[in-house]
Structure formats: structure tokens, C-alpha cells
């Protein structure tokens, strides 16, 4: 079994920078593929990076790419979403998730992930 915990979300303005952090129990977590998710208000959740177990592969989604970069830290069990040039429409609720099913492949829909934070909120203001 596998609890995350993300924190670091709060009020930024445009074109402001935040970094999250997940910080995940258990030892298996190296093993495990994570993700980013967010979900706005009133829209469904939707994939914004995830990463391989040794971070050697990494993917994005578009409306964040160049922008946001995703990292781990398998000493520490904790996986980092890097924000930079934060725009209002990146105001949502952002989400860690973890795939005990996959090592490599980095999966970009809520069914790949089989573990979830409890979220944390970030409101960038324009």
C-alpha cells in the first residue's frame, strides 16, 4: 500500500513559478510510475506529466509542455512538479498518482493509476 501527500499548491500570479512535491509512503514506490493530474472546476481531471521509475522517460501534455517539468527523487519518495510560466487556465486542483502495474510505461488516463493524492490547489491569478 501506497499514501501520497502532494503540497506546495497556493496563489501565484501570472507567469509566477511553483514547484509541488508528492511525497509517497512505502518502499515501493521506486517501482512505480507517477503522475500528474489536475482538475479545474466543472471539467474532468486530466493528465499533466507522469515519469518512468528511473525518470528516464517523461511525458507531457501539450498545453504544459515547455513549461511544467516533472522529476523524482527515489531516495526521498517524492516526486516534483516543476511550474514555470504559470498561466490563469493552469488554476486547478493538481493530483499525484502512482501505477504499481508499470515500471516504464507512463500511462496518460486516470484508469492507468491505481493510487491518488488527496490533491492540492493552485490559483494563478492574472
Known amino acids: 500500500q501506497v499514501q501520497l501527500v502532494e503540497s506546495g499548491g497556493r496563489l501565484v500570479q501570472a507567469g509566477g513559478s511553483l514547484r509541488l512535491s508528492c511525497a509517497a509512503s512505502g518502499r515501493t514506490f521506486r517501482s512505480y510510475v507517477m503522475g500528474w493530474f489536475r482538475q479545474a472546476p466543472g471539467k474532468e481531471r486530466e493528465f499533466v506529466a507522469g515519469?518512468?521509475?528511473?525518470?528516464?522517460?517523461?511525458y507531457y501534455a501539450d498545453s504544459v509542455k515547455g513549461r511544467f517539468t516533472i522529476s523524482r527523487d527515489n531516495a526521498k519518495s517524492t516526486v516534483y512538479l516543476q511550474m514555470n510560466s504559470l498561466k490563469p487556465e493552469d488554476t486547478a486542483v493538481y493530483y499525484c498518482a502512482g501505477n504499481s502495474r508499470s515500471m516504464v510505461r507512463v500511462g496518460l488516463t486516470r484508469s492507468d493509476y491505481d493510487y491518488w493524492g488527496q490533491g492540492t490547489q493552485v490559483t494563478v491569478s492574472s
Open positions: 515519469i518512468s521509475w528511473s525518470g528516464s522517460s517523461t
